[in-house]
């Protein structure tokens, strides 16, 4: 599949593929998407540009290891279920805070986003984690 | 609606069990896969089914549609096909292994190594 | 009594340090364990004065209240008494092991498992709780395996600690049970409040279960007939062992036992009938066992047994003079026991052989541990000025005031001490005095770490018997009390003045003499009678009896495992859908109100791409067409999921979808082409199972389609979504807020199948790499 239209296609695609996923899962609270859609969602773009040239390549687009996201994405998520604690909450209490930032109007920050994040994350590493490993065999 | 689905997944189910009766170790994994979807397709069956709308709660008092499906169940599925997904490649890599391991696909062949 | 379960937690922590201890400290290490061990003894020996006033202590944490379950100690007299012989024992025993331990390689191991034993046999004797007790008595039991096991190069030596752990845990088990029943008449585990609820126990219809299965616990551990013979076997163990597990405490825990609940159980005509039968077959064979034995230390085994015997026969006879009898025979028994077990391994150590045919004379080499023998045999024998002589007088004096049995009983007790004496005269001529004999090498003086125990020991027995009245006070009658708080006074003297006891006794001393002076004709023939003519040993029978059980069990996993996954998955499939469908068959009249919807022509159209893709993957013979109709299986279920109003659902499963695609598509090429394996009857009967099983499913979503869930779960989240969670898509806020533990789950275990991948892949094992 080593053709050159797809793999400008794949080169193009894989920004857009990101940022969309990143919009999938912000949007996901309120609307169609979240965490486990946008990770493979993104996971996606990468197997397509892995597919395109080849998981070295992949991998070095990606920048960090797919272990690292799935490391960086268990421990967002874990991260998230701390501030209830202090907050004198029980465990795993959405805490809540809402910033206005001039120009973007009001924008509502909370655990459950840092933990979908994990989740974004999580999702995103796996699935690049097994499909690399298995396209490498 | 409900009774042709209750068959589809019946029919799932069969297609499941009968592959996972089959010694090709290829075809175990297929029965697998079968049965993930006949599960989930099962739990959503099961929470009612509602044509229209998707769900969202809008601001203040809860007045959606009339007649909503039921997000619960859905949350319980959207899980188990990532986690199915999961499943699934494990089995594939297993397989693999065991394909490069003894040259076979034949699970039959699992039971005379081990007489061996 | 938190001081007590520091004092507990401080041993178990010294248990785990001691290897560290023993490796670097040199000499002084056993020293400064048995050190802990007496200071333990020294603290239990100031709540004296206060038990001896009659109160008790009770310390709980509670655990599972709701099932009696709770971690509880209790001490009272009779808890007080074995604690002391436990820790009193220990330092001497550890002490002791310092100097005999010294050759074993593995000896820091030895001084865990006896600080261990210790730790558990302490918690045992202090427990509060019935199960508490019952787990420290286990503890006992694993570390007794071990510790039989020492030497686990002889096959002898593994081969009768399998046996002591079999016999005592199987035991235990029944004991378990035993326990719970009682737990469930009197509805309380707490020795305390059981000790009130006598009356309700023993007037209750399952009080004979109950106490079978307790009185089965309590003589296996102590090795009552038929049990007994695991007894001999660990003595495969090291001397100390034997010593302090084997004769002084282990082996007393189902005397404990029985002490414990006698008040509880006690005093009906089944338990007095059980435990003086068991006790006196018990007490004559040990009896003549230990006549017919030429090994000194089987010899100290049979007389353990004896002796146990003895102590469950004067618990089974129940009358005041017989508990004080028990309770003074067992200080006795520990005192003389303890102490030759460690001569035997003394001599042992420094002669190199037991066997009582080639040593003689050994007060010309060790002056001092023959001189600790003697006095110690003495005791045995019952000879005074021995405490054992008050102990024997005690136990006469309780057969003669029983009424029907007691002639009987008596007949059975004088024949035993008169086998007791002849042995204490046999060993104290032969062994100890007489000409100088020995094996090999002339033996040397036993260094004072091995002497110091012994004589210790054999020092109390004289002076407990010179001044019976000051133990008296102070630790057997509070003991006593525990066991019946109708005894008031208490008083012990070494004369009794001229009675029918006395006369007994002379008759006993007379004819032990008697037979002392045939022992050297009689012995020989008694050994060929055990080894020639009378060839069925308990040992052996119960080891053909566990080969025929491994046997049948290997036949039967054999029949059940055929080691085909295929016929499992079949068992599974068929056993669980043959009861569903009788479930369903069974309640299937209900099923009639449902109200379906009618399908729409796009749905049908699904439908019909699902039903036919998977008849096409089931039946193809290609793998790529297989996968991709499995794929447009999972498309045509996702565009169910958008029909019906599930978005997030269906954008999730198509894509994963997608992915299983790619996945297959990447390594379908290395994977190996279908092939028909099965028969066509194995296909066709594969197939009315799945129809089987497809059927059951199709029964089931419709029976689901009837049933009302509970709606009130999802009605929370929705009502909720934006008050609590701030979000508007439930699906995603359930997944992030208010399931978000659960989903924390799945996540983790996405990445463990992850690294199974990766584990799979990449690390290549010597065998896949081979090929």
Redesign the interface.
């Known amino acids: 599949m080593k053709s050159y239209i797809v793999q400008l296609a794949a080169a193009r695609l894989l920004p857009v593929t990101l940022i969309l996923s990143l919009l999938v899962f912000y949007r996901g609270h309120n609307e169609p998407g979240g965490g486990f859609i946008g990770g493979l969602m993104a996971a996606a773009g990468f197997i397509f540009y892995a597919m395109a040239f080849d998981t070295q390549e992949a991998e070095k687009k990606l920048r960090v290891s797919p272990l690292m996201l799935i490391v960086a994405g268990l421990s967002f998520a874990f991260i998230s279920t701390l501030p209830s604690l202090f907050a004198g909450n029980p465990f795993f209490t959405g805490e809540w805070i809402s910033l206005i930032i001039p120009l973007l109007g009001k924008l509502k920050l909370g655990t459950p986003l840092l933990f979908d994040f994990g989740v974004y994350l999580t999702v995103w590493g796996v699935i690049v984690t097994i499909i690399f490993n298995v396209m490498e065999e | 609606m409900e009774t042709l689905l209750a068959i589809v997944i019946g029919l799932l189910y069969a297609a499941g069990v009968y592959l996972l009766l089959r010694r090709s170790i290829v075809k175990l994994i297929l029965g697998i896969m079968f049965f993930s979807h006949a599960t989930n397709l099962l739990i959503f069956v099961a929470g009612g089914l509602h044509k229209g709308q998707p769900q969202f709660a809008t601001d203040g008092i809860n007045a959606v549609s009339a007649n909503p499906t039921d997000p619960l169940p859905q949350a319980l599925i959207l899980t188990a096909i990532v986690i199915g997904f999961g499943i699934t490649a494990f089995f594939l890599a297993l397989m693999y292994r065991f394909y490069q391991a003894t040259g076979t696909e034949d699970l039959d062949e699992l039971k005379e190594g081990e007489n061996k | 009594m938190t001081g007590i379960l520091i004092y507990l937690i401080i041993l178990l922590i010294t248990a785990f340090l001691s290897p560290i201890l023993i490796s670097k400290g040199g000499k002084t290490a056993p020293w400064l364990l048995g050190m802990v061990s007496a200071a333990g003894f020294a603290w239990l020996l100031g709540f004296t004065g206060y038990i001896s006033e009659g109160n008790s202590l009770n310390y709980t944490i509670e655990w599972l209240p709701e099932l009696y379950l709770n971690f509880s100690l209790y001490l009272d007299g009779l808890s007080l008494f074995f604690a002391l012989l436990v820790t009193g024992m220990g330092a001497l025993v550890l002490v002791f092991s310092g100097n005999y331990m010294k050759p074993y390689a593995m000896k820091h191991r030895f001084f865990f498992l006896i600080l261990l034993f210790e730790f558990a046999m302490l918690g045992m004797v202090l427990s509060g709780n019935l199960f508490t007790m019952f787990i420290f008595w286990e503890l006992t039991s694993v570390s007794s395996f071990l510790l039989v096991g020492f030497n686990h190069e002889k096959p002898e030596a593994r081969n009768a600690a399998l046996q002591a752990l079999l016999i005592t845990v199987a035991g235990g088990l029944a004991m378990m049970a035993g326990f719970i029943m009682l737990g469930q008449m009197a509805g309380t585990l707490e020795i305390n409040q059981l000790l009130k609820s006598g009356d309700i126990i023993r007037n209750h219809p399952h009080y004979l279960p109950a106490l079978l299965l307790v009185l089965a616990g309590a003589f296996t551990k102590s090795a009552q007939f038929p049990f007994h013979f695991w007894l001999p076997g660990a003595m495969q163990a090291p001397s100390p062992v034997s010593a302090y597990l084997h004769s002084a405490t282990m082996v007393k825990a189902g005397i404990y036992l029985l002490m414990r609940l006698s008040p509880v159980m006690g005093g009906t005509p089944e338990w007095k009938y059980i435990l003086t039968i068991t006790g006196a077959i018990t007490m004559i064979l040990g009896g003549y066992f230990a006549y017919s034995q030429t090994d000194f230390k089987k010899v100290l085994a049979y007389t353990t047994i004896s002796a146990l015997g003895t102590l469950v026969l004067m618990l089974g006879i129940d009358t005041d003079i017989s508990i004080k009898a028990a309770i003074i025979f067992l200080l006795v028994h520990a005192l003389y026991k303890g102490a030759l077990f460690m001569i035997a391994g003394l001599i042992d150590k420094s002669v190199g052989s037991r066997d009582l045919r080639k040593i003689g004379g050994l007060n010309k080499v060790m002056p001092v541990a023959s001189l600790a023998a003697i006095i110690s045999l003495l005791s045995m024998a019952g000879l005074p000025p021995m405490i054992g002589f008050i102990g024997k007088e005690l136990i006469y004096e309780a057969k003669f005031a029983l009424p029907d049995i007691g002639n009987l009983l008596l007949v059975a007790g004088v024949m035993t001490n008169i086998i007791m004496v002849a042995i204490s005269l046999a060993l104290i001529f032969n062994l100890f005095l007489g000409p100088l004999k020995y094996p090999g090498e002339r033996p040397t003086r036993p260094a004072f770490a091995l002497r110091v125990g012994p004589s210790l020991l054999a020092g109390i027995s004289l002076i407990f018997g010179l001044f019976p009245a000051t133990v008296a006070d102070f630790l057997l009658s509070p003991a006593i009390k525990s066991i019946r708080p109708s005894i008031d006074s208490f008083k012990l003297s070494l004369w009794h003045g001229f009675n029918e006891v006395l006369l007994v006794s002379f008759i006993t001393v007379a004819a032990g003499v008697v037979l002392f002076l045939l022992y050297r004709k009689i012995n020989p023939m008694l050994t060929h009678l055990n080894t020639e003519v009378i060839t069925f040993r308990f040992a052996d029978a119960f080891n053909k009896g566990l080969n025929v059980f491994l046997y049948l069990t290997k036949r039967k996993t054999s029949f059940i495992q055929?080691?085909?996954?295929?016929f499992y998955?079949?068992a599974i499939?068929i056993m669980t859908s043959v009861l569903a469908w009788y479930q369903l068959i069974y309640t299937w009249p209900e099923i009639e109100s449902?109200s379906?919807?009618?399908?729409g022509m796009f749905?049908?159209i699904i439908?019909l791409l699902?039903?036919s893709s998977?008849?096409i993957?089931?039946l193809i013979r290609s793998?790529l067409a297989?996968?991709l109709s499995?794929g447009a299986?999972?498309y045509g279920?996702g565009l169910?999921?958008i029909?019906?109003?599930?978005?997030?659902?269906a954008?999730?499963?198509m894509?994963?979808e997608?992915?299983?695609l790619?996945?297959?598509m990447?390594?379908i090429y290395?994977?190996?082409k279908?092939?028909n394996?099965?028969s066509k009857a194995s296909r066709l009967r594969?197939?009315a199972?799945?129809?089987l099983?497809?059927?059951?499913?199709?029964?089931?979503?419709?029976k689901?389609?009837q049933?009302n869930?509970n709606?009130k779960?999802?009605?929370f989240?929705?009502?909720n979504?934006?008050p609590?969670?701030?979000?508007?898509?439930?699906?995603?806020?359930?997944?992030?807020?208010f399931?978000?533990?659960?989903?924390?789950g799945?996540?983790?275990?996405?990445?463990i199948?992850?690294i199974?991948?990766?584990a799979?892949?990449?690390l290549k094992?010597k065998?896949?790499s081979a090929?």
């Open positions: 055929s080691g085909y996954q295929r998955l079949m499939f449902i379906f919807s009618r399908p749905e049908m439908l699902i039903v998977t008849i993957a089931v793998r297989a996968i499995l299986v999972g279920i169910l999921f029909v019906y109003g599930a978005i997030d659902v954008i999730t499963l894509l994963a997608t992915l299983v790619v996945l297959f990447v390594v290395h994977l190996p279908f092939t394996f099965s594969d197939a199972v799945a129809l099983v497809g059927g059951f499913m199709t029964g089931l979503v419709l689901a389609g049933l869930l709606p779960i999802s009605d989240y929705v009502e979504a934006i609590l969670a701030h979000g508007s898509n439930i699906v995603n806020v359930i997944l992030v807020d399931r978000a533990l659960d989903t924390l799945e996540i983790t275990v996405l990445v199948a992850a199974g991948v990766v799979l892949l990449k094992t065998k896949g090929t």
